[in-house]
């Protein structure tokens, strides 16, 4: 089984709907990442976790909001979709050592708003 | 502020020929990690290497090899005898010590053809 699923694995949906897309993990790592893919921007980071009780702000976070129901698992909602939130969506995971960090990446969402 | 460049957008090679995907990155942290990820056609994102800043040596893992250069804050990325299989966009990144974000460049995609 993957350590890292994302569900659902693709998602069409019309502007105006709230959406969620679920993250959860089994490698029992504290930290937990959302990010979105654009062709030709890389990834940036939408939101982050370092604990439960932990949520923090990424580059883009604006029309996101996210939820870390438990240690594995780490929710991005879209409250009110719109067409440029498009994008390939990827959850990641790490676990701080050595004070350094690498961080493995769910099989992603891909979403389209209409 | 940091950022990641890769000027290659896109790389046509043909089966058995090196390539090499440069990565050139900009920080003011004196310690930091280097990151390579790629990203076949199916979509997900594959952990390939994480550098740190303070170890400038070389490392090879079968075909692949990676040249860190301090000096002209590089870090780049050779395939020998490439095959069809390394078809794939490649991300370069950087995190600061201690550091909780990945900073992506924008991504190089590689063609290999038979």
Redesign the interface.
């Known amino acids: 089984d993957a350590d890292v699923t994302q569900t659902p694995r693709n998602r069409i949906t019309k502007t105006g709907k709230r959406i969620m897309l679920e993250c959860s993990q089994t490698k029992g790592h504290d930290r937990m990442y959302w990010y979105r893919q654009d062709p030709g921007l890389g990834l940036r980071l939408i939101y982050y976790s370092f604990d439960v009780k932990d949520i923090n702000k990424g580059e883009i976070s604006d029309g996101y909001s996210v939820s870390r129901q438990a240690q594995a698992k780490f929710s991005l909602s879209l409250e009110s979709a719109i067409p440029n939130q498009t994008a390939l969506y990827f959850c990641a995971t790490s676990d701080l050592s050595w004070g350094t960090e690498t961080q493995y990446f769910g099989p992603g969402t891909r979403l389209l708003v209409l | 502020a940091q950022k ?1 460049t890769q000027a290659q ?1 896109e790389i046509s090679v043909v089966e058995k020929e090196d390539v090499t995907l440069d990565c050139v990155y900009e920080t003011r942290d004196t ?1 930091y ?1 280097l ?1 390579w ?1 790629k990203q076949p056609p199916s ?5 390939l290497i ?1 550098r ?1 800043s303070f170890d400038e040596q070389n490392e090879i893992s079968g075909r692949y090899s990676w040249n860190f250069q301090k000096s002209t804050s590089s870090f780049n990325f050779t395939i020998t005898a490439s095959q069809v299989v390394d078809s794939a966009v490649y ?1 370069c990144a950087l ?1 600061a ?6 900073v ?4 190089t995609i590689l063609r290999v053809k038979s």
Do not use: D, M, P, Q
């Open positions: 990641v957008t310690t990690y990151f990820y979509g997900e994102l594959v952990f994480r740190n991300f995190s010590e201690y550091g909780n974000k990945l992506f460049g924008a991504g």
